[in-house]
């Protein structure tokens, strides 16, 4: 079992930023990759960015390419999820996530953040 946990989410006003943390423990982790997700209100959960284990390569959702950078530190067991230039339509849950097979689902999930960003 591998537990998530994330921090570091907030009220600010659009144009501010903020850096996501999310912290990974557990015997059996090995993910091919980990990610970061988000759901508003009555909307489905969506992706935001991953990033693989084995070559730091990173995918951006088009959505947040160019305002967000995720990145890692393997000493700390934590990813982070840096958010430039925030919007209201980035006003929603942010989920950590972490999956063994870059092709399967995302298997373990943390308890999210709640990011709210006002005009």
């Known amino acids: 079992q591998v537990q998530l946990v994330e921090s570091g989410g907030g009220l600010v006003q659009a144009g501010d930023s903020l850096r996501l943390s999310c912290v990974a423990s557990?015997?059996?982790?090995?993910?091919?990759?980990m990610g970061w997700f988000r759901q508003a209100p009555g909307k489905e959960r969506e992706f935001v960015a991953s990033?693989?284990?084995?070559?730091?390569?990173?995918v951006y959702a088009d959505s947040v390419k160019g305002r967000i950078t995720i990145a890692r530190d393997n000493a700390k067991n934590t990813v982070y999820l840096r958010m430039n230039t925030l919007k209201p339509e980035d006003t929603a849950v942010y989920y950590c996530?972490?999956?063994?097979?870059?092709?399967?689902?995302?298997?373990?999930w943390g308890q999210g953040t709640q990011v709210t960003v006002s005009s």
């Open positions: 990033i693989l284990w084995s070559d730091y390569s990173k």
């Open positions: 557990g015997r059996t982790f090995s993910g091919a990759s």
């Open positions: 996530a972490a999956r063994i097979s870059s092709n399967g689902p995302y298997e373990y």
